[in-house]
């Protein structure tokens, strides 16, 4: 049987796979050459605890492993579907041959892939989400430091202010307002009002209103007065100037 089959060959060229829990993962196998009848099989683990996972004359539908290459005679990959914990551990490709007595024996087989778990697999849409929520963390970083620094430049020029009134003479308050960020200040606003005031050198009196009793002129002369006019009054009002 061994000289039948000195041509034959398995290949096993995947050394090592990490796969996330619940992803599916393959495991690769081919063969090539002709030898004598046998099954294929893969194993979990070798020696006498080994775990049979794939067997060439037993299809089971339900069954999470499946093969890549439904009946080809060479490749023998097969699909395991939602990966566990449990599934850790070293996988082996073997070729078995059928001996006179009836029991398969180990022709060839591959040199092993170890399946490991990868904790930290992250598909592409986790990864572009977390690069989208930091840039969104980073803008809104920015928005606020520049919100707090406009506000620190503004309260040193002048804050917000409520509406202030100013007297003018004996009239009634003007309203005056200022507002940071506006090209007058408060004190600038005031003494531009200030300016249209009256000198504060000004009296009393001078806010006050003058009156004389008025009385009536004496009559003049006809013959100074020109036809059609009236005897007339004078009157003084004196008022405070804006």
Known sequence: AAQAGQDFQLQQPQNKVAVAVGE???LRCTTSGLTDPGPVKWLKGWGSGNKTIYDQRETDPSSRVTRAVVESDTDFSIHIRNFQ???VGTYYCVKFIKEKTGKDEVFRHGRGTEVSVHETALVPGVVAAAVVLCFLLLLLGLFVALCM??????GGVGSLCPAR???V???SSVPLQCCAGTPGTPSEVLDAESSHLPSQQSSKEENDIHYADLQPLPAAPRRGRSRGTAPTEYASLRVAAK
């Not at 620094?149 to 503004?154: L, T």
């Open 85 to 87: 914990p449990d599934d």
């Open 169 to 171: 003479g004996s009239f």
């Open 165 to 167: 009134t100013v007297a």
């Open 24 to 26: 599916t993962f393959t």
């Open 149 to 154: 620094c406009r506000r620190k430049r503004q």
